[in-house]
Structures are given as C-alpha cells and as structure tokens.
C-alpha cells in the first residue's frame, strides 16, 4: 500500500544530543514536509521541500536540519539548538506544491526530552 | 499574513446531534480550503477540500461551504456518530503557484458520547 512512513513512533533523547526522525513515502510525491504539533496548537511548519536536493525554511527551522537526497525520504534532525524540542512531529507529502493539491500525513513521532 | 480562526474546543455533543465547527481565514487571492482529522495519536486525514468561491466540499456526512464574501469554511454534519470524535483542522493553501505551505487553525477537539 502506498503512504508515509515515519519512524520510530516514540522517541526519547538526552539533553544536549542530536536526534533523526526518519520519513520515507512511496507515493512517487514531489513535495515533502515536516510540521511540528504542540498540546492546544495547529500545526507550524519546520521545513519543505520540493524537489530533491532542494529544501526551504518553513515558519519555525531554528534547530532543526533536513535533507533531500532521495525523492521518497525526508529526514528531520533536531540538533542540541532547539531549546524546546518535546513535540509531536508531523511529516507530510504531496504530489507537487501546488496549493490545491492534497497533503498525506504520517503517523508521526511523538520525541521527548529527558 | 495568512491565517486561520477556528472555534476553541473542546466540543461536546450527544450521538446524533447537530456539529458545527466554525472556521474563518484571512489570506490574499483566493486560497485552497481545507478540513483535516486527526484521530487519537494518529497523523492527519484530508476530510474535505474546496477551491473555489461557493464550492461545497462533502465526505463522510461532513460538510463544508466556501463562502468568499465570509471568508468562511465552517464544517456541518448532520447526525454525529461516537467515531467522530477526534481533532479537526482548518486549513488553507495560498494560490496554486505560490508559496505552496498549508496554513492550519489550532484545531477542535469533538467527543461524541453515546
């Protein structure tokens, strides 16, 4: 079955030490995203991309980093930076940027800092 | 910038009941609309969608009216069933060719009780 996949579900890191989130998609999408969801709170973008080797800042990157080495995946690190990391993460994809076009979420990682 | 007013939740009704969830939007053009479900610990799911003045969009029993001269996209379902209760999600997207990042509310969490 086609969808996105992110990995792992819970994630617990030490403070002070750089974590992975990992999204792969096998809808052949173009357009990738990765958003950040607090208790009581809509959805902020961290970064997007749209096309491979290609990425842009999204309303909340600092301390975090992406790449986009491979059309079906789209990593998201959260570096020591990032002073309030415990969150659930969202990433998401679509067939292109278009602002009609459908976005299809994962099931997300819920990361926690202890 | 582009933003989006949801109806503070939580909302509480009785199986069958009358749901409303009002949403309202400010952006320039005439973006794409948007209603997303999210389930407990779960991603998020497209409900319905709209991309133009007076279009209805429809999914499921929900409902949702693109209404330009409001600047409004409130969500209606009929008769609510316990299966509805989850958090839903305004959103708009800018102009096909532009900035191409979904603009969320802060969400509505609906339970339904039996």
């Known amino acids: 079955d086609g969808g996105i996949t992110q990995s792992p579900k819970y994630l617990f890191r030490k403070e002070g030490q750089n974590v992975t989130l990992s999204c792969e998609q096998n809808?052949?999408?173009?357009?990738m995203y990765w958003y950040r969801q607090d208790p009581g709170q809509g959805l902020r973008l961290i970064y997007y991309?749209?096309?491979?080797?290609?990425?842009q800042k999204g309303d909340i990157a600092e301390g975090y980093s992406v790449s986009r080495e491979k059309k079906e995946s789209f990593p998201l690190t959260v570096t020591s930076a990032q002073k309030n990391p415990t969150a659930f993460y969202l990433c998401?994809?679509?067939?292109?940027?278009?602002?009609?076009?459908?976005?299809?979420f994962g099931q997300g990682t819920r990361l926690t800092v202890v | 910038g582009d933003s989006v007013t949801q109806m503070e939740g939580p909302v509480t009704l009785s199986e069958e009941a009358f749901l409303t969830i009002n949403c309202t939007y400010t952006?320039?053009?005439?973006?794409?609309l948007f209603w997303y479900v999210q389930y407990p610990g779960e991603g998020l799911q497209l409900l319905l969608k709209?991309?133009?003045?007076?279009d209805k969009g429809s999914n499921k029993g929900f409902e949702a009216t693109y209404r330009k001269e409001t600047t409004s996209f409130h969500l209606e379902k009929g008769s609510v069933q316990v299966s509805d209760s989850a958090v839903y999600f305004c959103?708009?997207?800018?102009?096909?060719?532009?900035?191409?990042?979904?603009?969320f509310g802060s969400g509505t969490q609906l339970t339904v009780l039996p």
């Open positions: 952006a320039t053009g005439y973006p794409s």
């Open positions: 991309s749209q096309i491979v080797n290609d990425f």
């Open positions: 959103a708009l997207s800018p102009l096909a060719g532009s900035a191409r990042q979904l603009t």
């Open positions: 998401a994809s679509s067939i292109d940027g278009g602002g009609d076009s459908e976005a299809f």
């Open positions: 709209a991309t133009k003045a007076d």
């Open positions: 809808l052949n999408h173009d357009a």
